[in-house]
């Protein structure tokens, strides 16, 4: 064969499971863990996207969850996207990530937006119950390649 291999989309998953400090140090650290996964197996969903909405989770895991017991994040990378979910030990659902918004968050506000990106960016997102408390989660799609004419 003459000229590059294509690079083929993962036929199996791959995923990532790491245990994150309740505190807001956790934020950077599952960003990075998120890019690092994306990069390491060239996946084709979109980083930026993932890594944000990841700190939106992971942020919200930390300021609404009470005590100091670790969050989980769980990174999956599967041939049509990714999904990552946090976990944490409030079983309570996490507020209108699932529900209609009837009213608009406050342009003043630092915080209220963080479930309406996750609904606006994600392919899907969601909440589930687990054994200590919930996982809240979302999907990216893999983003087709774009053709790059030589120039």
């Given at each position: 064969m003459n000229g590059p291999a294509l690079q083929e989309r993962p036929s199996a998953s791959a995923s990532w499971r790491i245990a994150l400090p309740h505190t807001a140090a956790a934020?950077?650290?599952?960003?990075?863990?998120?890019r690092t996964a994306l990069s390491e197996v060239k996946h084709t969903a979109d980083s930026d996207t993932a890594e944000l909405l990841t700190a939106e989770l992971v942020a919200n895991a930390v300021e609404h969850t009470a005590g100091d017991a670790p969050i989980e994040l769980v990174v999956e990378l599967l041939p049509t996207g990714c999904q990552v979910e946090v976990?944490?030990?409030?079983?309570?659902?996490?507020?209108?990530l699932t529900k209609p918004v009837t009213e608009e968050p406050d342009p003043w506000q630092e915080h209220g937006r963080g479930l309406l990106l996750i609904r606006a960016l994600s392919s899907s997102c969601g909440h589930r119950p687990t054994e200590s408390?919930?996982?809240?989660?979302?999907?990216?799609p893999v983003v087709p390649p774009q053709w790059h004419p030589a120039g």
């Open positions: 934020v950077p650290v599952a960003r990075a863990l998120v976990h944490d030990t409030d079983p309570e659902p996490p507020g209108s408390g919930k996982a809240v989660w979302f999907r990216l």
